[in-house]
């Protein structure tokens, strides 16, 4: 079944966006506070970016009968195990560790950590349907090739729902997280 994902919300609220006004994005590199670990974790999100822009255009390709078989298979598993993977473990500690810390550095924002919270849980819905589909068209192309065509618009919609809602997810959570990070000197 294909099943479109409809991302409604347009940025977080403006009242969540107070401490953006004072460390405008542009502004973060060369702050005094904007640690290592700060730099780090932009950087796995511009990996999640990377791996789920790779997962949806390689299935274009696929489709258009761009790039093999075989070879598109092997990319799947070994891309789409790494977005599934670390992805899970990223909103895992984000949940348990890196929200409740913000939360307690600034009661301001609680609002705004709700709404990525609840990102999680939608972007987790959607990882699991690209693992299912994804799962069953590599097995399909070697069982039952005529039946894998079937599949492949699943794992397509399952990885443009995942762009998507990381491309909003991930902005969201920059611009909330890392004004509170630099303002209350954390993760230094
Ligand atoms: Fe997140
Ligand atoms: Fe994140």
Same mark, same amino acid.
């Given at each position: 079944m294909t099943q479109n994902i409809t991302?409604?919300? !347009?940025?977080? @609220?403006? !009242?969540?966006?107070a401490l953006l006004r004072d460390y @405008?994005?542009?502004t973060w590199p060369g702050h @005094?506070?904007?640690a290592a670990s700060i730099e780090n974790w932009m950087g796995a999100h511009h990996m999640f970016r990377d791996l789920a822009w790779l997962v949806r255009r390689d299935m274009e390709r696929l489709l258009d009968k761009e790039l093999d078989e075989d070879v598109h298979a092997e990319r799947l598993g070994r891309f789409g195990n790494l977005l599934i993977g670390n992805l899970h473990g990223h909103h895992t500690w984000e949940d348990r560790k890196f929200f409740p810390e913000l939360r307690a550095a600034d009661r301001r924002f609680a609002e705004g950590l709700d709404v990525l919270e609840s990102d999680h849980v939608l972007l987790d819905a959607q990882l699991e349907r690209l693992k299912t589909a994804s799962n069953r068209l590599i097995q399909l192309q070697y069982l039952d090739p005529a039946q894998a065509d079937g599949e492949a618009p699943e794992v397509l919609a399952a990885a443009t729902a995942i762009e998507h809602l990381l491309d909003r997810h991930l902005a969201d959570e920059e611009d909330l997280a890392v004004p509170i990070l630099l303002h209350h000197k954390l993760r230094g």
């Open positions: 991302v409604t919300r !347009e940025g977080l @609220p403006t !009242e969540m966006q @405008p994005r542009d @005094p506070n904007f």
